[in-house]
């Protein structure tokens, strides 16, 4: 891959012709045009946080070194960014008057509003800027090892700029436009961002069974994504319409094998609102996550719950108790060896040797208090446990 320096573009240059579509997903430009900020392979802008952006503006006119910038020339009249996209953005939305910056009083000033002298030190910074030409291999390569102003590219990030495409750019379109307004519905179920594209990543391994390369390299130019939107729709109405209330827990599950483990099984949305409920409401229930998968297999499955055990004083305790009561009558001190006809039948067992037990299984409503716990030896325990 050939570079060559380049040291007298501007920011005045880069800002000339500035354009910034605010939707996330669509095309910026500079350089009155020859400039394309944000290819389709790049992420998206995500410095937009008054922080990041805010940095960026200061750090110019505080003299700040800005790091080198890298450009793709596509041709002679043709450039792409691969490295600098956000802070090149924070140039031109500044000097566009998108954000504003705080003086030294605190004041808050809009490019427009700043003195004079500020705008021109902007404007007249000059940028160290690397022109790099290669094939696309070449360039694809190098922009998966590349850290983008210290914010490492995340996996989607990556596998995007792999297989860049017209795929990858309806896709985002759809799945990393954090103005599209069904993004409020769809954060009820996954976990993370538009801009980072963690909801394209989920739809994309909802559809492909968590074999998202292969699937993007398969469907890389396709001139449609009706495949990935059907399938990502089918998912949620489906979550929507068995669960009727949202819980915050619900962000970040498996949706995507749920719905493919559970999609044909019938489901009353009332019933199972109310076992939400009740089990909501269980205070020995640790691990409210896996409530929702707790019902759709038939509330069988307890280990989803991480259902509380009984601490160390009531075991203790109902030890002691069932221990003293044994001896007392000649039998062995768990409930189950004492019923039976083997060796065991008045074995008096050590505390290490027994698990304590719900006497009223905890599915069945027994609670995990002192009241409903027994010691029972392990192999009993076990087979109890089993049944």
Known sequence: MKTTLKTDITINDICEGFVYNELEGKGLFGLSGKLTIQPEYQRNYIYADG??????????LKGYPLGLIYFNKVSDNALEVLDGQQRITSFGRF???K??????N??????SGIAADKQKKILQTKL?????????SEIKEWFRTINIAGVPLNNQELLNAVYSGTFVTLAKEEFSNSQNANIHKWGAYILGSANRQEFLERALDWVSKSKIGDYMSCHRYDNNINELKTYFNSVIDWVSTVFIDVEKEMRGLEWGRLYETYRKQPYSPKEVSQEVKKLYADPYIK???????FILGGSTDTKLLDVRVFDEATKKSVYATQTAEAKEKGISNCPLCAIGHDATKTKIWN????DADHVAAWSKGGATDINNCQMLCKTHNKAKGNR
């Open 51 to 60: 922080k990041k952006d805010v940095a960026v503006i200061e750090s110019i």
């Open 95 to 97: 000097v566009t008057n």
């Open 99 to 104: 954000f504003a910056i705080k003086d030294e």
């Open 106 to 111: 605190g004041m808050r000033h809009y490019f």
């Open 128 to 136: 160290l800027i690397y022109e790099c030409e290669g094939t696309e």
């Open 287 to 293: 691990n409210r996550k896996g409530v929702f998968e």
């Open 351 to 354: 505390i290490a040797d027994m």
